[in-house]
């Protein structure tokens, strides 16, 4: 696809009131909004999402964390959208983000970093689908 990526405003960032200042980030980084939502996973759906890291020891970790608290789900488009947002949240590491990257504004910590985006078009398409059907895009 190229043009869109699927990202999630975390719990923490979501309670801290950080929305608004995320979207604009988004905005002004020449996003457009096709989808979003606020909602909040159940521990099931959030391992069903998180699945490709069942194996890996922070798996349980990060299912009770992503099912703590509402999220904020949004399917972004752009030229480029992957690469693009991947840039512009930064590193997944705060400590490590680049200056005006997302996650050095808004990041708490390598764990409660703020936001995700996709990491590949195939992996936008998949999550997009996960959390939107063909009626809530715009």
Do not use: C, W
């Not at 309670?15 to 608004?20: C, T």
């Not at 798996?59 to 693009?84: F, H, R, T």
């Amino acid at each position: 696809m190229g043009n869109i990526t699927f990202t999630m405003i975390k719990p923490e960032a979501v309670a801290a009131n950080n929305i608004g200042g995320i979207l604009s980030m988004i905005e002004k980084g020449g996003f457009r909004i096709l989808a979003m939502k606020k909602v909040q996973l159940t521990s099931e759906r959030a391992a069903e999402f998180y699945s490709v890291h069942k194996e890996r020891p922070f798996y349980d970790e990060l299912v009770q964390y992503m099912s703590g608290g509402p999220i904020i789900a949004a399917i972004l488009e752009k030229d480029n959208a992957v690469a693009d947002f991947r840039t512009l949240i930064g590193a997944t590491n705060p400590a490590e983000a680049a200056e005006g990257t997302i996650r050095k504004r808004y990041a708490t910590s390598l764990s409660e970093n703020a936001i995700h985006g996709s990491d590949s078009d195939d992996n936008a398409k998949i999550e997009a689908d996960f959390h939107f059907s063909s009626q809530e895009i715009f």
